[in-house]
């Protein structure tokens, strides 16, 4: 079988995570950690960067450190995964769901504006498959009506908007590093503070309301409840599993950039049968996160990837349309979202981890095509 995924390793993992055990400390707020934090500010030039135990804790701490609360209204795109919405709805807020662009799941943008009311309080934004949305138009719209920005940037570890990383340019970026990403530490994340206003706040924020990293600092002569808090650090051991995987970035991201182009050049024929795959605007970057196809039904995915299936290869369906979910569609009263449940009807995500040799690819591809006659 060849897998959906298989996570990255470096070979450096082990020894990284047996020096932290001599050490005798594993809790987190530790060198390891900063030593983590620093790498993401210098290679990317984050401001503050705070580790967290997941993207979805990230995205907790976001909500709260823009007092999100009851009677707020949060616009984000309806094709996401379930912690985007959750974050913001955990705080009393109300979820407003915008569809996705026709050529791409992510947020339409030009749809935002409509959807603000005296009532918003922030934008969400998800760059869907590390693929950035257009933060020109979305800043803009922002500024004309004072909100706030929050980057749900989970899939985006070096993807950037013309040359700014994205998760830079919000006032908040939200990243992942669960085990299907492009590096990880299993499950992990990291918040990146944009807005020096939030940067002491989050501190405290994600360490259960107290100023501990400030006494461990030697900034103060104890530690106290200071405010709310969360429970969010990850341990030592995380990040010295994460450590070598941040140095090992740049082969990662050039493997699989190869594996990206290859897929695309080898699955072109799709375009004859009306086949959506993946493109690029001018302003993105592309991280080489996920490669996907859109059939033209939802029958059709079904069959192809039973077909995969048979073939011995793993390809999977992705987001359903979280208007539409159990929890949320006897609350939604928006207008419809077309081109949200398309994506979430007809997307396939095809294998690609960095391990995938050229010759899986290669069958994966020739499957896909006999499968459509190609």
């Not at 970026?173 to 020096?196: A, L, Q, R, V, Y």
């Not at 103060?220 to 051991?237: H, K, Q």
Request: glycine residues 6%; positive net charge; proline residues 4%.
């Amino acid at each position: 079988m060849i897998p959906f995924n298989k996570p990255y390793y470096s070979g450096k993992e082990i020894g990284s995570i047996s020096g932290v055990m001599e050490t005798k400390v594993l809790t987190g707020d530790t060198a390891m950690l900063r030593k983590c934090e620093t790498f993401l500010e210098k290679k990317y030039g984050f401001p503050k960067v705070f580790l967290t135990n997941s993207c979805t804790m990230a995205l907790e701490m976001a909500a709260v450190l823009l007092n999100i609360a009851e009677g707020d209204e949060v616009i984000m795109p309806a094709y996401t995964y379930v912690s985007t919405a959750n974050a913001f709805a955990l705080r009393g807020a109300s979820i407003v769901f915008a569809d996705s662009k026709s050529d791409h799941p992510g947020i339409d943008e030009s749809k935002i504006e409509k959807l603000v009311t005296e009532k918003t309080k922030a934008i969400v934004l998800v760059h869907y498959a590390g693929i950035a949305c257009n933060m020109k138009l979305v800043k803009e719209i922002a500024a004309r009506h004072k909100l706030m920005v929050i980057e749900d940037a989970a899939q985006c570890i070096d993807a950037y908007y013309n040359d700014s990383p994205l998760g830079s340019l919000g006032d908040i970026g939200c990243f992942s590093f669960h085990e299907t990403k492009n590096i990880h530490c299993g499950e992990g994340g990291f918040i990146s503070i944009n807005n020096p206003k939030l940067v002491e706040r989050a501190e405290i924020l994600r360490n259960k309301g107290t100023n501990r990293s400030a006494f461990l600092r030697g900034e103060v002569n104890r530690y106290e409840w200071t405010g709310l808090g969360f429970s969010s650090i990850p341990t030592s051991l995380t990040a010295a599993f994460l450590l070598p995987q941040l140095k090992s970035i740049d082969p990662v991201q050039k493997r699989r950039n190869m594996l990206w182009e290859k897929y695309k050049k080898a699955l072109s024929p799709l375009a004859k049968k009306d086949i959506l795959l993946p493109g690029i605007p001018a302003y993105a970057s592309n991280n080489a996160h996920m490669f996907y196809l859109v059939c033209r039904s939802g029958d059709e995915r079904a069959a192809l990837i039973k077909h995969l299936k048979e073939k011995n290869i793993q390809a999977v369906f992705h987001y359903q349309s979280l208007h539409r979910s159990p929890y949320f569609k006897n609350k939604y009263k928006g207008a419809g979202l077309p081109y949200a449940d398309r994506f979430s009807e007809c997307l396939v995500r095809l294998p690609l981890f960095y391990d995938l040799s050229n010759k899986e690819l290669e069958q994966v591809c020739r499957q896909v095509l006999d499968f459509f006659n190609l």
